[in-house]
């Protein structure tokens, strides 16, 4: 009688390694795998243009002045993996930069009042924007787009259209200032740290149960309800990250922008596209939230290129159009190619347990899709 031998420890190991390397190519061909082979082609291009862009000190400065978008982006992913939208990011920054040059003035005691204040004020407008999409059952787009007039109309009639104020120095550092005497980089810009936590929060966060039921709340709200998630507190805490990412997102803007009544217009936008481009599905369900940051990086990286080449600023709007919509049909065709190949397997399945018995067995008359 023979004996099966154990597989080699060796073999096994070189096994996993072979098939974490195909599911790692895998990724990469996926709308949000291919949004960082876009980033690196995009970064040599620009450094073969302007190869000073490649030195530690230029990089580094690069990502702390593309942090308050990336920032924005990874809070517009939370919302969009929901299966909705946030058109008010922009007015929330604008009128954070606002509350910030008006209330805190030249008095460093005010800094830290102010800075929960605004993150009060933020966390309560995407609360609001959350509570009546999902409670009174207007549409997001329409709920977003009335806080963004709301909003852009007080900021109007506070400043009438000018800039005013100055926030004391203290609160400015945060956008402009950084860690000093870094090896190799010099300074780091605070930006760059309060980015990096905010992705590794907002990684984290999606991992929890709260992430999977938001991806399940996007993907299919009914199924998600069925399994006892209160699908109108998820997508409703989903806007109040929105809302928070863009607080966070003018208080770095403060710091080199200034205080103006246009810092922060058309960056829901922006946001928008950082986020499909990142190959988020705009309805929902599909989607990595470091892909969004990622496609903010993009975003910008093709700007800078295309400012190297000469091409006028003018053409910016055009360039976020152009990418919106190919963006989303490739992202929408390659999750349809995918759950249709999904799919057919499962169906051939079902057909033969049909075939074999047409009576199911005790237990399985509920609960046949595996919730």
């Known amino acids: 009688m023979s004996r099966t031998m154990p597989p080699d420890g060796a073999a096994v190991l070189q096994q996993n390694r072979a098939g974490a390397g195909e599911r790692f190519l895998r990724a990469l061909l996926t709308p949000g795998g291919g949004v960082f082979l876009l980033l690196v082609a995009l970064l040599a291009a620009i450094i073969v243009v302007n190869p000073s862009f490649g030195e530690p000190e230029s990089f580094i400065r690069f990502i702390g002045r593309t942090a308050p978008i990336a920032i924005a ?4 992913y939370f919302v969009i993996v929901a299966g909705e939208f946030d058109l008010s990011m922009g007015s929330v920054v604008t009128m954070q930069v606002i509350v910030a040059g008006n209330l805190i003035g030249d008095d460093d005691a005010k800094v830290v009042p102010v800075l929960l204040l605004m993150l009060v004020l933020g966390a309560l407008i995407g609360l609001i924007n959350g509570l009546v999409t999902t409670l009174l059952k207007v549409p997001s787009f329409i709920v977003t787009l009335g806080m963004m007039l709301a909003l852009f109309g007080l900021v109007m009639y506070w400043t009438g259209g000018a800039a005013q104020g100055n926030p004391a120095d203290t609160f400015r550092q945060i956008g402009r200032g950084g860690i000093q005497d870094v090896p190799v980089f010099g300074v780091i810009p605070y930006p ?18 709260y992430g999977r039921t938001l991806i ?29 990412a863009a607080t966070v997102s003018g208080i770095l803007l403060v710091g080199y922008a200034g205080v103006h009544p246009s810092v922060g217009r058309g960056y829901e936008f922006t946001a928008i596209t950082a986020v499909v481009l990142g190959g988020v599905v705009l309805g929902g369900g599909r989607g990595w939230l470091l892909s969004a940051a990622a496609g903010a990086f993009a975003l910008e990286s093709l700007f800078t290129l295309l400012n190297f080449l000469g091409v006028q600023s003018t053409w910016r709007d055009t360039v976020q159009g152009v990418i919106i919509i190919v963006a989303v049909a490739a992202a929408a065709r390659s999750w349809q190619r995918r759950r249709r190949g999904s799919a057919l397997p499962a169906r051939a399945g079902q057909h033969r347990i049909t075939a074999t018995s047409a009576t199911p067995a005790k237990g399985t008359e509920q609960g046949g899709n595996g919730y």
């Open 192 to 209: 760059v740290v309060i980015l990096a936590v905010a992705a590794a929060l907002g990684f984290w966060l999606m991992r929890r149960p």
């Open 216 to 244: 399940a709340a996007g993907d299919n709200s009914a199924a998600a309800a069925l399994t006892g998630a209160r699908v109108w507190w998820v997508r409703t805490r989903a806007f109040m990250l929105s809302s928070l």
């Open 73 to 76: 982006a990874i809070g517009q």
